[in-house]
C-alpha cells in the first residue's frame, strides 16, 4: 500500500528524479549564505538560498541532465570528460595557488595571516583528570610561575615561549594551565562549560604538587562572562551579568588571592584587553553575493569600551590590590589617543574580537615580562 499510495505519487517520484542535483547544488548555496551573511544566518535567508537551489535543480534537470542521458552524439561522452578534465584543473590551479582569488587585489594578506596564526603549541594534551583543561610548561626547571586563566590567558603563550625557551635547567619556567571559556573562580559555573568546575581544583592540585610554583598569573576575559547577557555563566545560584552574581564573583576571586598570598605566593592578576566585535580583522571585510570589498572600520574608543565595562573592572582591580595582588591593566599599554588601535604599523594586531595576534604577543607585548623575571 505504501509503495501504491504513497512512494508511486508523481510528486514523490518527481521529488526523487531531482534528488541528486538537488544534492548537489544544496550545499554550496548554504556554504555562500554563511559566507555572505555570517555564522548565523536569518532563517529568512536560509529558505531563500534553498529556494535558488531548487530552481537550479529544476533547470539542471530539465535542461541538462535529461537532454545529454537521451543524447545519441558521438560526442557527449568525451564532451563530459573534457568538462570534467577542466573543472579538476582549474580546482588544481586554486589550490597550488596559479589562479588568485579576487580578494588578493584588496591586499587582506595580513587580515588572512592574523586570523590564522595559533596560540597553542603542537604537543599540548588535555589533562587525564580536567578533561576541558590543558596544561604545559615552557621553559627552565627552576622556579615556577603558573599561569591560570581561560584563552586569554592562552593568549599570551607566545611571548612566554619566546622569553623562556633559552633557559637552563636551573631557571625559571612557566605552567600554564587554562581552558577555552573557563574563568579561573571558584564557585562559577557555566552548563556550556563543564570546565568550570575543573579549574580551580586542578590549580590547587598544582600548586600543592609543585613546590617550585613562586607566583600564580590570573587572567580572563572577564567582562564577557560577567557584563554581557546571552552568556548562562552562574555563581551561587545567580546568573550573571546581574548585580548580586557580580559581587559574588569579586568576593571569590578575594579570597582566592587571600589564599595564595597566605600560601606564600606572589600573585598577578591581569585585567581585560580592549574586546569588541569591531577589534576583529574580519569586521572590515563586506561579504556580497558579487564580491568582497573592504571597509575602513573606526577602532574602539576608551569612553565606548569604559561605558560598558569600566565599573566592573575598575571593582575588580580595587578587589585584587586589597586582596594584595599585582593587577597588571593591560588597558594603559593599548591606549593612543582615546582609543585602543586594531592595527600598529600595518599589521593588525588582533587575532579576533578578543584575543590579540599571537606574532605581536610574541614581539610586542611586555606587561607580562615582570612575572617570569627573576
Known sequence: WVNRKILSNPVVVWVGLISYPLYLFHWPALSFVHIVKGENPKPIHIIEVLGVALLLTILTYYFIEKKLRHNRSRWTLSTLVIAFILVGAVGASVWGGWIKPPSVKLHVEDMVMSGSEEF????????????HLAL????????????????????????LRHLLTQGVDDSRGALILWGGGIPPVQGIFDPVHPGTREMIPEMEKLIRENKKIDRVVVGSNWVWWSCLPGFSYQIEGKAFPAEDAKVAALVSIRKMIHQLRDEGKAVYLV????VDPIQDPKSEMIRRFDGVTISAVPPMTASAFCSLYGDFLFRLKEAGEKAGAIVIDPLDFFLASG???RIIHGKHIYKDSCHLRPSFVRDHVTYLDETVRD
Do not use: E, M, W
Open 136 to 159: 604545559f610548561h615552557v621553559g627552565g626547571n627552576g622556579p615556577q610561575t603558573l599561569f591560570v586563566g581561560d584563552s586569554n590567558i592562552l593568549q599570551y603563550t607566545p611571548r
Open 271 to 274: 585585567l581585560n584587553i580592549p
Open 339 to 341: 582609543v585602543y588601535p
Open 120 to 131: 597553542c603549541p603542537p604537543s599540548t594534551k588535555y589533562l587525564p583528570t580536567a578533561p
